[in-house]
């Protein structure tokens, strides 16, 4: 069974930058393709980006594109996603997936395994 934990949440003021690590343990981890989707308040949760297997492709939304970039460490079983320039409307609980399929269902349907979430408040 795949757990995803996710870290590096928080508070921070807009401008800001933050850095989320997702660890993934219970199977191979380079047999995964990663991806992370962001639900805020009242909203339906949105597809944020993904990554293939080795990391050698990679997906955003397109508002997204040029702040927030995706990477993973296989030898340490670990997905990033880099954020900066944060605006309030980033504002979100974020969450990690793993899917054997690249890419992701950018509406996460279908996907394998959810983390839990990391709650990001962007104050401004």
């Known amino acids: 069974q795949v757990q995803l934990v996710e870290s590096g949440g928080g508070l921070v003021q807009a401008g800001g930058s933050l850095r989320l690590s997702c660890a993934f343990s219970?199977?191979?981890?380079?047999?995964?393709?990663m991806g992370w989707f962001r639900q805020a308040p009242e909203k339906e949760r949105e597809f944020v980006a993904g990554?293939?297997?080795?990391?050698?492709?990679?997906s955003y939304l397109d508002s997204l594109k040029g702040r927030f970039t995706i990477s993973r460490d296989n030898a340490k079983n670990t997905v990033y996603l880099q954020m900066i320039s944060l605006k309030p409307e980033d504002t979100a609980v974020y969450y990690c997936?793993?899917?054997?399929?690249?890419?992701?269902?950018?509406?996460?349907?279908?996907?394998?395994?959810w983390g839990k979430g990391t709650l990001v408040t962007v104050s401004s």
């Open positions: 219970g199977r191979t981890f380079s047999s995964y393709a």
């Open positions: 997936a793993a899917d054997l399929i690249y890419p992701l269902n950018t509406r996460g349907y279908g996907v394998d395994y």
């Open positions: 990554i293939s297997f080795s990391g050698g492709r990679t």
